[in-house]
């Protein structure tokens, strides 16, 4: 099994539809998770980051975290074509191992 | 504008080359990681710095690869010598203290042929 497991997609949605992606990771004691942005050709860009269940709005994007469930999703309200990229969720497990799912690849269809 | 920047943005050598990668992360974070990243196999951790000593070196291959904070404001990652399978984008990310987000270089892709 997979440390961090992601669909890879890619997830088609129309323009000004909400996103919907998700994570589910393996380390129950995994404490911190963050999803990043990485647009074809360019390096990732961390755009969330959530540390407790619940959820957490930043403009468009909520993060979403079940640790019971081991689930921590994204959703991004409003989609533009601008957001087609490949979102990359990440978990801290340990004290520093930093591990990254293989993307979701999003299109956003105008 | 605080960035991560990374020498060079490109590379294309042969087989059997030595190849070093520079960054430079972000004036005051503490903690540097590089990573490789393919089509295959996703963003892969090679090696882990914090306060410049390594901490974890475990996904390089340690026949070839070598990584360096001689001080910092420079981590280097040398591969000698390098083979075809080399071949990837390598990311340098910064950040402050264990369990906040990083910040990415914009990489450097290897060509190895």
């Known amino acids: 099994q997979k440390e961090v497991e992601q669909n890879s997609g890619p997830l088609s949605v129309p323009e000004g539809a909400i996103a919907s992606l998700n994570c589910t990771y393996s380390?129950?004691?995994?404490?911190?998770f963050f999803w990043y942005r990485q647009y074809s050709g360019k390096s990732p860009e961390l755009i969330m980051s959530?540390?407790?269940?619940g959820d957490k709005e930043d403009g468009r994007f909520t993060a979403q975290l079940n640790k019971a469930s081991q689930y921590v999703s994204l959703l991004i309200r409003d989609s533009q074509p601008s957001d087609s990229a490949t979102y990359l969720c990440?978990?801290?497990?340990?004290?520093?191992?930093?591990?990254f799912g293989t993307g979701t690849r999003l299109k956003v269809l105008a | 504008d605080a960035r991560v920047t990374q020498t060079p943005r490109h590379k294309v050598t042969e087989m059997g080359q030595e190849v070093t990668m520079r960054c430079q992360p972000i004036l005051g974070h503490n903690t540097v990681f590089w990573y490789r990243q393919t089509m295959m196999q996703g963003l892969e951790l090679l090696a882990y710095?914090?306060?410049?000593?390594?901490?974890?070196d475990s996904g390089m291959p340690k026949d070839r690869f070598s990584a360096e904070m001689p001080d910092a404001t420079l981590a280097t990652l040398k591969i000698q010598p390098s083979e075809p399978r080399d071949s990837a984008v390598y990311f340098c990310a910064s950040g402050l203290e264990q369990g906040t987000g990083k910040y990415f270089g914009p990489g450097t892709r290897l060509t190895v042929t």
């Open positions: 959530i540390y407790s269940n």
């Open positions: 380390d129950r004691g995994s404490q911190s």
């Open positions: 710095f914090r306060n410049r000593a390594p901490l974890d």
């Open positions: 990440a978990v801290m497990s340990g004290t520093y191992k930093y591990i």
